[in-house]
T-cell receptor, first 114, second 111 residues
Framework: GAVVSQHPSWVICKSGTSVKIECRSL??????MFWYRQFPKQSLMLMAT?????????EQGVEKDKFLINHASLTLSTLTVTSAHPEDSSFYIC??????????FGDGTRLSIL | QQQVKQSPQSLIVQKGGISIINCAYE??????FPWYQQFPGKGPALLIA?????SEKKEGRFTISFNKSAKQFSLHIMDSQPGDSATYFC??????????FGTGTRLQVFP
């Protein structure tokens, strides 16, 4: 149980375009979802927290206008990287949890901006 | 105060040996301490977690030891296997919310 699915698993796009990543909780209702970024051989850094139906809360230093997060339902959150540039290339990972239960992570999306 | 310090950065263990990874935290408000296992190209998977009201928790070959006064916790992997070769992250949070991750430990288990 507690499966989180992320799509796509890998995306390559040109600089200046926008990219949307989906995160779905398949067998539970995710009252809270989180988005993390992980650079190669580094740890996970929290970008933002979102509760269903509410605006996301962004961590310090994360541009909310660049990383748009939507959590419209209890099973779906999306992260849109707007006007992506090569420095946005990274491994983006979402997680979801129900109430005070542990967070369960998706398998990540490798984003490469050319 | 939000940092979680993890050591060692890398660890090489022979098959059948014990792998030990240590973490330390500063924020005494943290009340949830999970360990995650991550394989290359995959998301982290929850291995085991502990709350500060117990000093040890064991699940199969994995044990967490927790020292509240020292603000330290560690992961012990008994009878380490080549399939355990992965990167391990400790983390800490309040109420399973915003996880603060350690820097990670790359474990290699040789046959």
């Amino acid at each position: 149980g507690a499966v989180v699915s992320q799509h796509p698993s890998w995306v390559i796009c040109k600089s200046g375009t926008s990219v949307k990543i989906e995160c779905r909780s398949l067998d539970f209702q995710a009252t809270t979802m989180f988005w993390y970024r992980q650079f190669p051989k580094q740890s996970l850094m929290l970008m933002a927290t979102s509760n269903e139906g509410s605006k996301a809360t962004y961590e310090q230093g994360v541009e909310k206008d660049k990383f748009l997060i939507n959590h419209a339902s209890l099973t779906l959150s999306t992260l849109t990287v707007t006007s992506a540039h090569p420095e946005d290339s990274s491994f983006y990972i979402c997680s979801g949890k129900y109430s005070n239960q542990p967070q369960h992570f998706g398998d990540g999306t490798r984003l490469s901006i050319l | 105060q939000q940092q979680v310090k993890q050591s060692p950065q890398s660890l090489i263990v022979q098959k059948g040996g014990i792998s030990i990874i240590n973490c330390a935290y500063e924020n005494t408000a943290f009340d949830y301490f999970p360990w995650y296992q991550q394989f290359p190209g995959k998301g982290p998977a929850l291995l085991i977690a502990i709350r500060p009201d117990v000093s040890e928790k064991k699940e199969g070959r994995f044990t967490i030891s927790f020292n509240k006064s020292a603000k330290q916790f560690s992961l012990h992997i008994m009878d380490s296997q080549p399939g355990d070769s992965a990167t391990y992250f400790c983390a800490a949070s309040i109420n399973t919310d915003k996880l603060i991750f350690g820097t990670g430990t790359r474990l290699q288990v040789f046959p």
